[in-house]
């Protein structure tokens, strides 16, 4: 499809004459001989070009230039006048213009221009196409799934990530919390910025502080040098607080004025340090909870629960097992050398059933074990763990294997169902659907 131009210029001549050449260079042309009308046709129909003059009665050009970044902001303007000054380019220019042409035109040097300028304007768009992309790639390429608990989590990161707002990220163990971290932060603006993850439950107790704030030389015993802390090698990126539910009392009033005020102190220091990092904290347990048993600061949950991602368990998702397998199966064959071209269908039938109780990192394990182990081209029942296959009852089912995905939703539904009592709303809470879902589930399966 042409590229549109729309000419404004109130001398009919000039104008139609203008359009007669624009039109034979290739260009679809539609002309305006005044600024109101101009508005109303490039309100019709978003032209990439817009030729406008900039003395006319009524309407002025720079008028007509703001309208039209207000109307259609992606469109390219150009001014056209025989009354030339450096106020009125620079007056132009900021008005969002990105050329100022001076009549008598050049005809010539016009359609070069005209050429250049939409040649910009496709960059920009596949620059913004590109962007979004791979933004895109990025938070799929991990966050596997696609039940309705994936695409919401999916959802939610593509809002957050251009911002900086701390993020808490609940669910059980394995569910992937740091998966979602990361992708956080590669869909930030900053993704080759310092992503430094802090593993809470694992850092010995008296170097909590040290290790967090950093300290001086003679700080304490062994501090032969100044060490910059996590927050200071996080600078301008993320600091990823795993199980923060682990972090001492003590230290959670330090952690609080750090986010608070973005500075900390050195251990051994009385210098505050300016800090700039994004937090992004995780737990696998109930931090309301914490709270009432005097575990945890309220005002630090408020702090860092700016937004609350929740991820659900794999056993609540079993929609996504499959996709879950290709993804992994493919990384494992990858990294082990190992031909496997996919699961057959009995042994997908009881990792669809499996209980799950630590999540993808559990499915991950038994598949890169089932991996080293096997010896054919697909994983068969003899290729996954006795103790997996000897706790799963599969129902009898065809070899169909949309049938079988079906067949383990209905069950699946049932059990939850079960579990909240018969209480639909909460089943559909727990199974992360909205309640017209679910009675639409419910319908088809006959529950």
């Not at 207000?70 to 025989?82: D, F, Q, R, S, Y």
């Not at 170097?207 to 967090?212: A, D, I, W």
């Not at 068969?380 to 067949?407: K, M, N, Q």
């Amino acid at each position: 499809m042409s590229d549109l131009l729309l000419l404004i210029d109130d001398e009919d001549l000039f104008r139609e004459d203008l359009a007669s050449l624009l039109r034979q260079e290739g260009f679809a042309c539609r002309t305006a001989s005044s600024g109101e009308e101009g508005l109303r046709v490039a309100e019709e129909e978003i032209p990439d070009i817009v030729l406008c003059d900039l003395i006319m009665p009524g309407m002025g050009g720079l008028d007509v230039v703001d309208g039209l970044a207000k109307l259609c902001p992606e469109t390219c303007v150009m001014v056209l006048t025989a009354y030339g000054s450096m106020e009125t380019a620079v007056e132009a220019f900021r008005k969002g213009a990105v050329d100022y042409i001076l009549k008598p035109v050049v005809q010539q040097d016009l359609v070069l221009k005209v050429r250049r300028c939409l040649e910009h304007r496709r960059l920009r768009q596949e620059v913004r196409y590109l962007r979004r992309h791979l933004s895109e790639v990025s938070v799929g390429t991990n966050l596997v799934g696609k039940s309705p608990a994936m695409i919401a989590a999916r959802s939610t990161i593509q809002k957050i990530a251009s911002a900086e707002s701390t993020v808490l990220i609940t669910g059980e163990s394995g569910t992937g919390k740091e998966v979602v971290a990361r992708a956080i932060h590669e869909s930030g603006p900053g993704p080759e910025r310092p992503f430094v993850a802090v593993n809470c439950a694992a850092l010995p107790r008296d170097l909590f502080e040290s290790e967090l704030f950093g300290h001086v030389r003679g700080a304490y015993t062994g501090a032969h040098r100044d060490k910059a802390g996590f927050f200071e090698v996080a600078e301008g990126g993320t600091l990823f607080l795993d199980e923060i539910s682990e972090l001492p009392l003590d230290l959670q009033p330090k952690l609080l004025r750090a986010i608070e005020l973005q500075e900390i102190t050195r251990v051994g220091s009385t210098r505050p340090i300016s800090i700039h990092a994004r937090i992004i904290a995780t737990t696998n347990r109930d931090l309301k909870k914490e709270i009432t048993e005097g575990r945890f600061r309220e005002d630090l949950y408020y702090r860092i629960r700016v937004v609350e991602l929740t991820l659900s368990p794999l056993r609540e998702r079993r929609e996504d097992i499959p996709l879950l397998v290709e993804h992994l199966l493919n990384r494992h064959h990858s990294r082990l050398k190992r031909l496997v071209l996919g699961v057959d269908h009995e042994a997908m039938r009881v990792l669809m059933a499996a209980p799950w109780p630590g999540n993808v990192r559990e499915l991950d394990n038994v598949l890169e074990r089932s991996v080293l182990l096997s010896e054919g081209e697909f994983l068969t029942l003899s290729d996954l763990p006795p103790e997996l296959t000897g706790t799963v009852t599969c129902p009898s089912l065809s070899d169909d294997f949309r049938a079988a995905v079906r067949a383990y939703e209905r069950e699946h539904i049932r059990q939850v169902l079960a579990a909240s009592g018969g209480n639909r709303e909460e089943a559909a809470r727990r199974l992360g659907v909205n309640a017209s879902t679910l009675y639409r589930r419910l319908k088809e399966f006959g529950l």
